[in-house]
């Protein structure tokens, strides 16, 4: 199994705040990974240090092979790695087209009629056709979210980090950009999945990772996590 | 080369100055620094202050009197513009902000023109026993308003100081600053409490604007320079600090005190405004900040 | 000067601030970063043009160009140092370097320092009766210039790039595009703007002086016109202009100059609190509710 990406002994720090303390992990190419763990865990941390919201951190990532630890975070999209943000990110001015328009015009290099076209294709892969030229700022909390995840791909990342698309969904929602989530995965796109919802996390991942202040205290299939007693402790505490 | 001794006279004046200039600064290091209101009204509120100060002050009163009287009226006008800028602008949070700022600045406009419109360009002061006359130890000459407002600004800082570090609702504006959520959940209601610290700014800009007409004349263009000046304390000071704002203002005082001895009162202007790029440019979060 | 003339002097002055709130609204209209510190960048034009019409009788041209360069120039340093942080504090800088620039011409005796400097305009009026007319002219062209740069940046992949970073910078980033990169942009065309439409003022007014080139009463009308036009569309600005100085012009001469920063600022507010959107998006919505 190729390495897509490599996560080396990162430590970040805020003040006098270690919010992770050497986590050591390597993603496969290809692979829907879960990563789990209570609030203040870590896990946005990781996340931010893996797409370049922060970039002062120690430890190295390297991404394909190479080491993208200096790179900004547009540059880090350039490369392949996307994310949807917790707190939906919508431009609100904009209409949906427009939002992903974005992404081509400056990952592409075009945003001309082809790539409207491959927009509409995408948006139609979500359910959001009919949403393409609504003002972004009049969407549910749903369809923000597939619009996060389809500007995402607009990017057309080889890594896509989901943070927590679906907190706050009903069951039926969360259904709905899990199957998304499974079809990105089948275009050949690695997943990893930020989310507290267990079931969907266990039905989605081939592998999961628990973290716990700021430390990967458990790694295995979602079936191993779940009975882990570092897991339950974690959650639940002592 | 400067003798010493005029050097050590322009680090005592420094210190006094200084001192002035962290009071004046206060109400901003928590509008600003501990809520994060683009506030950039709060000179020209200041310069306000001091001309109700001029007014209440021709009734005979003395003008620190005056500046304690109008601070519940400051009150209650932070109160308001806090509560009217909430509703308007921080809820409806999809903008980046350019309304909130433009709204301050066009209020900090349009009082200096009302002032100018109602006062005229010319300066005003006041007069009180100790303005004018001096306290000499040795070779060196205090004016009394100057300590005056030394004295004042010693109490505001420590006041408010002791607020925020041993009260329950100033803890809690020190917190609401971080976080907003925790507050939440121990049962206070954060707009209430940003509403109370605005209120607080805002009446600690009375007296402050008191001390300003105290310690020399006032015109109302001299909200432009306060910008400079206040911006300049609480920025090196490092949002979220307030015992550091006493630090800043010394260091600025000092500074300017000793620029204006050696290369004149014009340079003034360069020395809050220059300090303050500076520290934009190689430490953003102050001195002390977060 | 009689009537006539009159409307050619005013007409400057109202061109002049259609270039600076085109120019103001490029960085905060498109990119959503106020600038409060315009006297700056209209003083580095002016004082260049002086410089160079000093030193070497450059043409108006070359002063323009020169201007131009150099509060380019100042954009770009304001932006380095300031862009990578919040908001306001890009605000606060740009008040600062107005106070600074200040300070350092009023010490600076070859450009006149605090009382200021004299100056002969040349003799070449080119095809027009009056100086006054070639400069309403000159300024006429700068204007449709900037219009049209702005037109240029807001259709191009500049101009969604500074939308999203208005929206939400992280996005924007996390998208593609090169948010700090793109700001640097933004400031320095804007700067430059503000230069041009500074450096024909010495020769309009045969004089120049420190204390009314640097008034910060230039910052609230740049920045309130293109608020009260509109700030999305390179005609609110337009709008914002020519309506607010002709008003402006008019409450100077009949009635006083205080009153008309009075004007702009309770404008502004009055704007900024129930009409956002502007002139523009009062239109847009009375368009949509007549349908």
Redesign the interface.
């Known amino acids: 199994m190729e390495t897509i990406l490599e996560v080396n002994n990162v430590v970040k720090q805020f003040g006098g705040f270690t919010a992770l303390s050497g986590v050591k992990v390597n993603v496969h190419k290809g692979e829907r990974l879960g990563l789990i763990g209570p609030n203040g865990s870590g896990k946005t941390t990781l996340i931010n240090c893996i797409s370049g919201a922060f970039t002062d951190y120690e430890g190295a990532i390297h991404f394909n092979g190479q080491d993208i630890s200096k790179l900004k975070a547009h540059e880090r999209t350039k490369r392949g790695i996307a994310r949807s943000f917790q707190i939906p990110r919508p431009f609100s001015s904009m209409t949906v087209m427009e939002n992903l328009l974005v992404p081509f015009a400056f990952v592409g290099g075009k945003d001309g009629p082809e790539q409207q076209a491959e927009a509409m294709e995408i948006l139609r892969g979500m359910g959001l056709a009919d949403k393409a030229f609504v003002q972004s700022n009049q969407l549910s909390q749903v369809e923000l979210r597939k619009m996060e995840l389809a500007r995402a791909m607009a990017a057309k990342p080889k890594l896509l980090i989901s943070d927590e698309a679906m907190a706050g969904l009903s069951g039926n929602e969360v259904d709905e950009v899990l199957e998304i989530l499974f079809d990105l995965n089948k275009l050949g796109i690695t997943i990893i999945m930020i989310e507290h919802i267990m079931q969907a996390v266990m039905k989605f991942s081939e592998r999961v990772i628990c973290l716990d202040a700021g430390k990967i205290i458990c790694e295995g299939t979602p079936e191993n996590i779940v009975k882990n007693p570092d897991v339950q402790r974690a959650y639940l505490g002592d | 080369m400067i003798s010493l001794d005029l050097l050590f006279e322009a680090v005592l004046f420094g210190i006094l100055l200084g001192c002035f200039y962290a009071a004046v600064s206060l109400g901003l290091s928590v509008a600003?620094g501990l809520l994060d209101v683009?506030y950039?009204a709060h000179p020209a509120l200041l310069i306000l202050g001091s001309y109700f100060t001029f007014l209440l002050s021709k009734t005979g009163i003395d003008p620190i009197i005056c500046g304690l009287l109008l601070m519940p009226v400051f009150y209650v006008i932070g109160i308001a513009l806090y509560r009217f800028y909430y509703e308007?602008f921080e809820r409806r949070s999809?903008?980046?902000?350019?309304?909130g700022?433009?709204?301050f600045?066009?209020?900090a406009?349009?009082i200096e023109?009302?002032l100018?419109?109602v006062f005229g360009v010319d300066q005003r002061t006041v007069s009180a026993t100790y303005i004018g006359s001096s306290l000499e130890i040795g070779e060196y000459r205090f004016p009394y308003r100057m300590l005056v407002a030394f004295g004042i600004a010693i109490f505001l800082t420590t006041l408010l100081t002791l607020y925020f570090s041993k009260t329950f609702n100033g803890r809690a504006i020190k917190a609401v600053g971080q976080d907003e959520g925790a507050l939440r959940l121990m049962g206070a209601n954060p707009v209430k409490i940003k509403q109370l610290a605005f209120g607080i700014a805002t009446a600690v800009n009375a007296l402050a604007g008191a001390m300003l007409i105290i310690v020399g004349p006032v015109e109302p263009a001299m909200d432009?320079?306060y910008?400079?000046r206040t911006?300049c304390v609480v920025?090196l000071a490092g949002l979220g600090s307030m015992s550091g704002t006493l630090v800043a203002g010394l260091i600025l005082g000092i500074a300017e005190s000793i620029v204006m001895m050696t290369l004149g009162a014009?340079?003034a202007?360069?020395v809050s405004?220059?300090l303050?790029?500076l520290m934009?440019?190689i430490r953003?979060q102050g001195l002390f900040g977060? | 000067m009689n009537v006539n003339e009159y409307i050619f002097f005013a007409g400057f002055v109202i061109l002049q601030f259609v270039v600076l709130a085109t120019a103001w609204n490029i960085l905060g209209g498109y990119a959503g970063y106020v600038n409060f510190g315009v006297p700056a960048f209209i003083a580095v034009g002016a004082y260049t043009a002086v410089v160079l019409f000093k030193s070497i009788s450059a043409p108006l041209v070359v002063q323009i160009i020169g201007g131009g360069i150099l509060a380019g120039l100042l954009g770009l340093t304001v932006g380095l140092l300031t862009l990578k942080l919040r908001g306001i504090f890009f605000s606060i800088a740009t008040v600062a370097v107005v106070f600074i620039l200040e300070t350092v011409v009023m010490n600076w005796r070859y450009v006149g320092g605090a009382t200021g400097l004299q100056l002969t305009r040349p003799q070449d009026l080119w095809i027009f009766d009056t100086y006054t007319r070639m400069l309403f002219f000159v300024m006429a062209v700068l204007a449709i210039g900037s219009v049209s740069i702005a037109r240029y940046i807001q259709d191009s992949f500049l101009g969604r790039g500074l939308r999203a970073v208005r929206d939400s910078e992280e996005a924007a980033e996390c998208s593609g595009v090169p948010t700090l990169k793109i700001k640097l942009i933004a400031c320095t065309i804007s700067g430059a703007l503000m230069g041009i439409a500074g450096a024909p003022m010495p020769m309009y007014l045969s004089y120049i002086e420190p204390t009314a080139t640097f008034n910060l009463n230039y910052s609230i009308s740049a920045l309130g016109m293109p608020i009260i036009g509109g700030t999305s569309h390179w005609i609110g600005p337009v709008i914002g202009a020519l309506l607010l100085a002709t008003i402006q012009q008019v409450v100077t001469v009949t009635v006083s100059n205080e009153l008309n920063v009075l004007v702009v600022g309770v404008l502004l507010v009055l704007f900024v609190v129930l009409a956002p959107d502007g002139i523009l998006g009062l239109i847009k919505k009375w368009k949509q509710s007549s349908k």
């Open positions: 600003f683009p950039v308007t999809s903008d980046t902000g350019v309304r700022l433009a709204f600045f066009g209020i406009f349009i023109v009302c100018i419109l432009r320079i910008i400079g911006f920025v014009s340079w202007p360069a405004f220059g303050l790029l934009l440019g953003p977060r």
